[in-house]
């Protein structure tokens, strides 16, 4: 409790010290009142000059806030609460603000927003989903604009033009995924131009824990087609279809699936093979493996749908449709063949970071969301964001109702439809989360045989969500939804529904996370309204068949209840709690480990991202490109002309082939002339006659050869980033099995990767050379851009 006491009591400290900044906005209302609209928009020239004569952001904040709530109500009719002042104050110091469902957070992201707005530097508003920034870059940027400051929207199918001007903006709503993917391509481009972002300069992310922890454990990845058949996807997926129950094992909880002994016994008189585990056949296992995972453990209505003739994952933490996102190692050709649609191409990674990785580039990072305080552990250590619980503008008046229990999932669908029939009688509105489609759609069909009218949001009904959302707070509604269906729009009751007690919450399974649990509690109860929740859980729901310890069964068969008997036990209850604190620090290791390894790619990647900026701004690239056949000249002396060797012990004939093939011409050097030379003479030599050929190149190809450097440097530097990628996924998923003696898997990544990237900088500079020197320019080369790209989802 000692702890307990201490968080509390400094965010207690906290808020009063932002209650002290309040009464100073608060003071100058009356005074910016009296002020005409033009007047009022003569404030942003006003903070603007006092930027530029040296005055710091902050000393600014109470008036600048003041001016976005006397705007507000001007252009929107809406005031910011004192609560919203402060949760602008916590965004605007690079913090994460906690505020509870229907406190307003797209409000209160306007103030922080204006004021760093003022620097002219991009300040990115991230949200969920596009519609979200849509609306808010429509509604809440009317704000802004009569300010004065320009407001972009960056979402999915726009041009780089379009996306340029977006960018441009003092302001920028988009969504995480959409902000990300144009970070990869703006480092795959080829030419200054073709870039659509600026520097990262402050970014405000809605629903903080969604983005930042939910999605952190899938990286973003740009790829291109890779040239495999789909041949042996579909005889994979023939092969599997054939085998009993007791050919595979799967395992739910490590997501695994593989062969027994019989299976593999079958599988190699299937495919004619004699030895399956042959490092011949690596391919042919791998295709086998992935098609058990695509029918032991990938379900169609939960992990994916099938629309027309294609396979779109569904987000396990929203329900939503993940459009133009694929599964990596070829899972999704897996499952496009268990379903018979055509099988794309399988992809080669192009480009690819962890969202974690993207969001810590900004200078400046913040976020809000209803929970966080959970995870604030992992906000801090990661993002460098502590959180502030902010106080609700009115008192919670929620009633939060005790789980109950039953043996079986039927049973539990049962009662949830009766408690459901009950309150709805009344015309009380009722809020069903589930926590997959194939749940909400058997809910809605359990409902429907009792006539009891309702909607039903899931992925499927992607673009009427927010509509659906916003009416299920009317009397005598009924809506099912996936449990983070509707994220960001505000449930308003209607009337004569306070009275029936406010809107219900049921919750039809515990998730993962005790966060998104209380997400889904969060939606009834807003601004002081009544309303109340209560969870209808059964012993088959997933978290407590994986997680829950068999004591529970146990308690439930002795005491000898029958299966629609529902139990309400708080060492139940407890035993729910103690499997979600598991799962939830189960993934917050596995966010860990992958960014561990992700940070060994990011500074890879740091380099190369940065190396190939030098590139796309210098108009002249001889230097680079000279620098570069420096470093392999020195390479070369280091492999034939060691300064470990004496001179008598020199290759010097090697090194003259390996320099001709390079950037020598024949015959320029002999051998007995370089025996003559010293190591450093031996250098100076081949640097002059490099230099004296790169002149000579000049010449013969006159203007030419400033184009051929950029497109041979540029695609160089790409195409071998590319394969290191991929050498490097492969490096990595198959590390664990080199973690001999007590080597722990991470150093050898770290050590090995170092050592394969000095390879990749060192093979990419041999090409460029080479090619620079000796390639023959019929016509002037034309820089290819790269179109057949596509964002997938990580493996």
């Known amino acids: 409790m000692g702890l307990l006491a201490r968080i509390v009591e400094s965010n207690e400290r906290e808020i009063a010290r932002l209650r002290k900044r309040v009464a100073k ?23 603007r000059e006092r930027l530029n004569q040296g005055a710091k952001l902050d000393s600014l904040l109470e008036e600048a806030f003041a001016v976005v709530r006397e705007a507000s109500k001007r252009v929107l009719g809406q005031r910011h609460f004192d609560v919203q002042l402060m949760g602008g104050m916590v965004l605007h110091q690079g913090r994460v603000a906690e505020m509870k469902t229907g406190e307003g957070k797209t409000l209160v992201a306007t103030l922080p927003s204006y004021l760093n707005g003022l620097t002219g530097k991009g300040v990115h508003v991230v949200t969920v989903n596009d519609y979200l920034a849509r609306r808010d870059s429509e509604m809440v940027g009317r704000i802004h604009r009569f300010l004065g400051l320009t407001v972009g929207l960056n979402v999915h199918d726009m041009t780089p033009q379009e996306k340029r001007e977006a960018y441009l903006a003092d302001i920028t709503y988009g969504t995480n995924n959409e902000f990300g993917f144009d970070y990869l391509r703006d480092n795959m ?14 970014a405000i992310v809605d629903e903080v824990d969604s983005i930042l922890i939910d999605e952190a454990r899938t990286p973003l990845i740009i790829s291109g087609p890779a040239e495999k058949s789909a041949d042996l996807y579909f005889r994979a997926d023939v092969f599997v279809r054939g085998l009993r129950p007791d050919d595979y094992e799967v395992d739910e909880k490590m997501r695994t699936a593989n062969l027994t002994e019989s299976g593999v016994a079958k599988a190699e008189r299937f495919f004619g093979v004699q030895n399956l ?18 029918h032991g453990l990938m379900k169609r ?62 200078d400046k990072l913040s976020g809000m969301t209803g929970t966080a305080k959970t995870e604030e552990k992992e906000l801090t250590e990661i993002y460098g964001m502590d959180v502030v619980v902010i106080p609700t503008n009115r008192p919670m008046i929620r009633k939060d109702l005790g789980d109950v229990i039953y043996k079986t999932e039927r049973a539990k669908f049962n009662a ?8 709805h009688a009344t015309g009380q ?37 927010a509509e659906i959302v916003a009416q299920a707070g009317q009397k005598g509604m009924v809506t099912i939804a996936t449990n983070m269906a509707g994220r960001g729009t505000d449930i308003l009751l209607g009337e004569g529904v306070a009275e029936l007690g406010g809107l219900h919450i049921i919750g039809t399974e515990r998730h993962e996370s005790r966060r998104i649990d209380n997400q889904l509690r969060g939606r009834a109860g807003r601004q002081g309204d009544p309303g109340s929740s209560q969870f209808f859980l059964s012993l088959e729901d997933d978290l407590l068949r994986l997680f829950g310890s068999d004591n529970i069964r146990r308690l439930m068969d002795r005491l000898g209840l029958e299966e629609d008997q529902p139990i309400e036990n708080k060492m139940l209850t407890s035993a729910m709690e103690r499997a979600q604190k598991k799962v939830e620090g189960n993934n917050y290791d596995i966010r860990k480990h992958v960014l561990r390894y992700d940070d060994v790619m990011n500074k890879q990647r740091e380099v190369i991202y940065k190396q190939r900026r030098q590139i796309l701004e210098q108009e002249n690239l001889r230097s680079i490109v000279e620098g570069m056949g420096k470093d392999l000249i020195d390479h070369m002396l280091d492999v034939y002309c060691s300064e470990e060797q004496i001179p008598e012990e020199w290759n010097i004939p090697e090194l003259i082939s390996y320099a001709e093939h390079h950037f020598l011409l024949p015959n320029q050097v002999t051998e007995e002339e370089l025996r003559k030379l010293s190591r450093d003479e031996l250098r100076e030599r081949l640097v002059a006659c490099m230099i004296a050929n790169y002149d ?20 160089t530097v790409d195409a071998k980033w590319m ?17 001999y003696g007590q080597a722990d898997p991470l150093v050898i990544y770290q050590r090995e990767g170092f050592e394969m990237f000095e390879a990749m900088i060192h093979s990419m500079e041999e090409e460029i050379i080479m090619y620079v020197f000796k390639a023959t320019v019929a016509t002037a080369p034309q820089p290819v851009p790269v179109n057949d790209t596509v964002p997938v989802q990580g493996g």
């Open 25 to 47: 906005i608060n003071a100058l209302e009356p005074e910016f009142e009296k002020l005409s609209d033009e007047e009022l928009q003569a404030k942003t020239v006003e903070f």
């Open 189 to 202: 481009v080829m030419t200054l131009d073709d870039m659509v972002q600026r520097h990262l300069h402050y």
């Open 277 to 294: 585990f042959d490092p011949d056949h690596v391919t042919l296992m791998h295709h086998i493996t992935q098609a058990l995972k695509a």
């Open 301 to 362: 209505d939960k992990d994916y749908v099938v629309r027309d003739d294609e396979i779109i994952i569904v987000d396990e933490f929203t329900g939503r449709l993940m459009q133009g996102r694929r599964y990596s190692e070829g899972l999704h050709q897996a499952i496009e063949a268990k379903e018979g649609v055509r099988v794309q191409n399988e992809t080669k990674t192009l480009a690819t970071i962890t969202l974690q990785n993207y969001f810590r580039m900004y």
């Open 416 to 423: 949830v439809v009766e408690e459901i029939a009950r309150r």
């Open 429 to 465: 509105p009722v809020l069903v989360g589930t926590t997959s489609i194939e749940k909400s759609e058997y809910l809605s069909h359990l409902l429907s045989q009792r006539g009891i009218r309702h909607q039903v949001l899931n992925a499927k009904q992607h673009e009427r969500e």
């Open 696 to 715: 000579a190149r000049e010449e013969e190809l006159d203007g030419f050869l400033r184009d051929l450097e950029r497109i041979v440097v540029l695609r």
């Open 723 to 739: 394969d290191h990628i991929d050498a490097m996924d492969q490096f990595r998923q198959g590390v664990h099995l080199r973690s």
